[in-house]
């Protein structure tokens, strides 16, 4: 002290740490609920790959103007491969032995697929795939499907369906419930 006065050090008032509070709140409220679990996500990414490799084998049908397929590895259906022409010349032939077309963008390499080897996606499954009884998705070349289905993805308690229209051959996801 000097001279009689005393020096206050700055400090925030309790109105100033109140305010802060109330906005870390209300942003954390906001947050929190859209916060997903590991499952959901996990399925989420799986279906949106699923639904984007259906997208490549019908846009393939129409630019080669022949049928192209997305067909799933019996007996639990966790891998698939896009093939083109497979009903006329690998129908009944085993899945091992049936050759995949190129991936488009990993040059080189078969355009096939395993769900759970994909980067943190194990422990998704897809389960049984019917596309007017078959386990298999066969686009003509105007990008229409010989059969309308669907096929259904999970984790956890999480499950989405990718659904291929009959006659557009739109694809589309919807979670379950959604």
Sequence with gaps: ??????????????????????????????????????DDSRVTAATRILQADMEVARSLAMRTQQPHSV????????????????????????????PAVDHPVK??????????????????????????GQSYLTFKSLGDPVAKGSVKLRSGNIEWTVE?????GIITATPAGG
């Design 1 to 38: 002290m000097r001279n009689g006065r005393c020096r206050r050090r700055p400090a925030f008032t309790l109105v100033e740490i109140l305010i802060v509070v109330l906005v870390l709140m209300i942003a954390a409220a906001i947050v929190i609920p859209n916060i997903g679990s590991a």
């Design 71 to 98: 067909v799933f590895r019996p007996p639990d259906f966790q891998s698939y491969k896009v093939v083109a022409n497979y009903v006329e010349n690998y129908a009944g032939v085993p899945y091992a032995q049936v």
């Design 107 to 132: 040059r080189g390499q078969p355009f096939e697929v395993t769900v759970g080897a994909l980067n943190g996606m194990d422990g998704v499954q897809i389960l049984g795939p019917d596309f007017g």
């Design 164 to 168: 291929v229209e009959g006659l557009t």
